[in-house]
Each structure stands twice: as C-alpha cells, then as structure tokens.
C-alpha cells in the first residue's frame, strides 16, 4: 500500500523518460530510414556502407583510440603519484578545477598557442627551427583533445588507486616482488575497473567530437561527430545524419559492453 | 607516508602546468592593448569593457546563467522525486531497467543527444529558441541528479521512516521532515553538478538553439571561428573568476552541511 503511494513522485520522471530517452532513440532511427523527401528507404544504410563513409568511421576510431591512449599514458602515472602526495584530496581538485572552465575557451586557448606566430613556434624559433603551422594538423588536434579529457581520466583512475588497500602492495613487496612485478601484477589489476571507466568517459566522446575539430583541425579530420553535424546542419540530410547517429549508438552499446560486463562479474 | 621523489614532483609540475598554462594564456593576454594573443604590448582594460559595453554579449550572458539556473532547479526537482520513485521500486528487474534507462543520456555522446533533439522539437513543433534550449538542458540533467541522490537515499536506515509513521508523521511529513532532510548533500550536489553541466553545454545547445538564441558557449564558437579577438580573453578572465567564486561557495557550502548532518546525528 506504501509503495503504491509512492509511485506519485516517479511520475514526472517516467515522463521524461518517455519523452527523452526512448522517443529520441526511436527518432532518430526513424529518420535513418527516410530519405530527402521523406520516403521509406535503406539508401542510407547502403550509403554508410560505401568506401567513403567506411573510411571515416575507422579514421574516426583511429583517432579515438589515439586520443584515449595518449590520455591514458599521461593520466595513470599523474592518478598513482597524486595518491602518494600529502594533501591528496586538495591536489585532485587542483586537477579538477580547469574541468570546470567552459570548453570552448580551452580550445579558443589552443588557436592562439599553436598560431602561427603563438608561444610555441617563438619558442622553437629562439633554437633557429623556423616557424610551421602547428594549427590544422593531426597533431594539434590529439593534442588538444588528450587536454580536455585528462582530468576525466584521472578522476576514476584516483578513485579506484584510492580504495587499493595498501596492505596488498606491502605483501607483494614483502614476497619478493619488485616494483615492477607489483604493479604490473597487483596494483594495476586491481584499478583495471578505474582504467575501464576513464576509457569509457574519453573514447566515446572522443568518437564524437566536433567542435574541437573544426576549431583546431580545420576541416583535415573529419569524425562521427563532425559528420553529423554536417548533415544535420550544413547539407540538411537528416536521414543520412540519422544513420550515422545509430551506428554511433550502436558502438557505444558495443564500447559500454566491452568496458562494463567484467566489473559486475568480478564483484560477484 | 613516503615522500615523493624529485623525478614525481617534475611530472606532476609539469601536468598541473600544461593543465593551467592555456587558461593562464588566455587571461594575461585579455590584457594586452594590442589585438593579438602574440605580443603584449601594454596593460589595458579595454577588452573588459568591451564586454560590458556589448548589450548583446550581455543579454547571452544572462541568458546562460538563467537557461543554467533555471534548468538546474527544475532538473533538482524532477531527478529528486525521480529518486525517491526509483528507491520505492521494489522488483529488482524493472528497478535496474530503469536505472539502465536514466543513465542513457549520460553516457550518449553529445551530438547524437542534440540532434536527436532537434529531431523531436521540429517534430513536436517546438520553436527551437529558449523553450527548446532550456528543456534540453533540463532533460540532460536530470539522469545526473538521479545519480547523486540516489545514493544518500540507499545509505538511508529504512527504520527512519517507519519511526516517523509510528510516530504519526504523514506522508508528506515522512518526506519533507525525514527524507528531504537527510538526502540534502545529494541534492546540493545533483543542483550543483546540473548547473555545471549547463553552463559547459555546447553541442546539444548549438543543435537545438536557434537563429536568434545563443548561449556563451555558442558564441563563444562562433566568435573563434571568425578568429582571435581579445573580448573572447576578456569572458574568459570573467568565466574563470566566477568558476573558482562557485567552486569556493560549493565546497563552502557542502562542508557546511557536513558538519550540520553529523551534528544531528551525534
């Protein structure tokens, strides 16, 4: 009887998820199977399949993977050595707070740094290297992206070397384990779940990005994201944007299935 | 414990360095009398007063703060009740449906969210424009608010409530003398979290804002694309002031409620 009281406050939610999560996702697959004129068709689906839209997809996943794995390499040793300092708590905010500052004036940043007259090319001309365009490359664009998601990386990587339970190490140490041996076979299996989470927050974003590819990348990488974008706002093609949108829920199920299941298996 | 070695101290100047080092960039040239972001000419105020001359940038301004006010309170609500309904979901199945379901629009990307909105604004026949942008950024921050209290109302002893109905509390009394009370950190957070989301939108907003409604983010982008100019250093110095203003008031805030729910159950 409690409970069937109860269920009044759920009402508002359950409508919100009625009108934003179900009825988008049945849009927009809706819309992929429609053409210019409104007709029922696969042509998008065919479409997607051609050499071109095929390409861009696994560029797309190339640049993910990079921009995921850059991120990686910088966060987990700045998430283990953030553990080992005094005031932890105090230096993790210290890594959050540039989170915080809107996107968008991050990524204006860049356009001035990696100028052509920017910091970096005045530094590398005081050691005689003449001045390049570092805006609008492959480069610049890893770059900014392994920026932006650096502090989402390192949160849950800190949270899970933050729960590790010290003792464990100490075992190792005391079996005879060297540094290298402890954390390739204790710490690191232990924080995997952290790993996975922070890989979870930058590959399917980075999948997805758009602004900071045109902003920073010209228009010399073209993503999932970009490719949406330019459907559903240049070109007006919302079916063919449409297809695109589903293939790139369709990986992130995948991704979210490939990074989630073990933990709810290893808990157990 | 043991202390850091120099080598560790250099990796973690050098990251906190490349994380501050662009924002830093950005504020000392809104200084700069020359237009470029290359060479500092001399101090000047100028480009601050460019924003406040601007009635344009002004108007965008407010909106932001009021599409991120707004949303965030209207979001608290919904994600709220939406989680004192979850908890009183007792099959486990259709509990961790819907739990399944609230964190979709959490981890979609941004452009699949913003053009599936678009999507059903036109289809609804919603004016894309401030309706549109604010409703948005409340259906996206709501799954986050759920999230955050959540937990304060699993951690909560069941015994509670039953103490206040044998005690004769009503049901509205039970929530807002029992629960409402104890889940108060969680719903700060939730509040908290749902304006930051906002104020950070850029790809669901650009999609579903229209000719004549912009928010900063989206201006701030097509100001970038035009090129460098000194007013968008100028925000920039502004926005960061006002984010360490709300991150102080935050932590202020949270700590105070800290100390007040120990004191009530000691």
């Known amino acids: 009887m409690a409970n069937k009281a109860a269920k009044g406050p759920l009402f508002p939610y359950i409508i919100w998820i009625a009108l934003f999560v179900i009825a988008p996702i049945l849009l927009v697959v809706y819309y992929s199977l429609l053409d210019l004129n409104g007709n029922f068709t696969l042509a998008n689906y065919a479409n997607f399949f051609s050499s071109a839209y095929l390409t861009m997809t696994l560029t797309s996943f190339w640049y993910a993977f990079l921009i995921t794995l850059f991120t990686l390499i910088v966060a987990y040793p700045t998430a283990y050595l953030l553990t080992k300092t005094k005031h932890k708590h105090l230096w993790l905010m210290f890594i959050i707070i540039p989170s915080w500052i809107n996107l968008l004036l991050k990524t204006y940043a860049f356009i001035g740094i990696f100028g052509l007259y920017g910091p970096i090319n005045a530094f590398a001309q005081s050691f005689g290297i003449e001045p390049t365009q570092i805006l609008f490359t492959d480069f610049s664009f890893i770059f900014v992206a392994v920026y932006i998601f650096i502090p989402f990386m390192i949160i849950p990587i800190f949270n899970a070397l933050d729960k590790l339970n010290p003792t464990l190490v100490y075992a190792a140490r005391d079996l005879g384990a060297n540094r290298i041996t402890t954390f390739r076979r204790v710490i690191f299996p232990l924080t995997i779940e952290g790993v996975k989470s922070g890989i979870q927050v930058t590959f399917i974003p980075a999948l997805s990005l758009f602004m900071i590819t045109r902003l920073i990348a010209g228009n010399q990488v073209i993503t999932l994201g970009t490719a949406i974008e330019q459907q559903f706002l240049v070109a007006q093609n919302w079916g063919m944007g449409s297809t695109i949108a589903v293939f790139l829920i369709l990986f992130m199920v995948l991704i979210m299935l490939f990074t989630g299941q073990k933990s709810k298996g290893g808990r157990v | ?266």
Do not use: W
Not at chain 2, 27 to 56: A, C, K, P, W
Not at chain 2, 74 to 81: D, E
Not at chain 2, 93 to 106: D, E
């Open chain 2, 1 to 266: 414990m043991t202390k850091l070695s120099p080598g560790a101290r250099v990796y973690l100047g050098i990251v906190f360095i490349i994380l501050y080092a662009p924002i830093f960039y950005l504020i000392f040239y809104s200084f700069n009398s020359g237009g470029t972001m290359n060479n500092f000419e001399s101090f000047t105020l100028e480009h601050y007063q460019d924003v406040f001359d601007d009635s344009r940038l002004l108007v965008i301004l407010i909106n932001t703060v009021i599409i991120a006010l707004l949303s965030g309170l209207i979001a608290t609500v919904i994600g709220t009740l939406g989680a004192i309904g979850i908890v009183s979901v007792k099959n486990k199945k259709m509990r961790n449906s819907i739990l399944s379901l609230n964190n979709v629009l959490i981890v979609s990307p941004d452009v699949v969210i913003g053009a599936s909105f678009l999507i059903l604004f036109t289809m609804i026949g919603v004016k894309l424009g401030f309706t549109s942008v604010l409703v948005s950024h409340i259906a996206f921050s709501i799954p986050i608010v759920v999230l955050m209290v959540l937990p304060k109302l699993l951690e909560m002893n069941t015994s509670l409530i039953d103490a206040a109905q044998d005690l004769g509390a009503s049901k509205r009394e039970v929530l807002t003398r029992v629960i409402l009370p104890y889940i108060k950190p969680g719903i700060f957070a939730g509040f908290f979290m749902a304006i930051t989301y906002s104020l950070d939108d850029f790809a669901v907003t650009f999609f579903v804002t229209g000719n004549g409604f912009s928010t900063l983010s989206v201006e701030i982008y097509s100001m970038a694309r035009a090129g460098i100019t000194l007013t968008v250093n100028a925000i920039s110095g502004i926005v960061f002031i006002a984010t360490v203003l709300i991150v102080v008031g935050y932590y202020f805030v949270t700590n105070r409620t800290k100390v007040c729910n120990t004191g009530v159950q000691e």
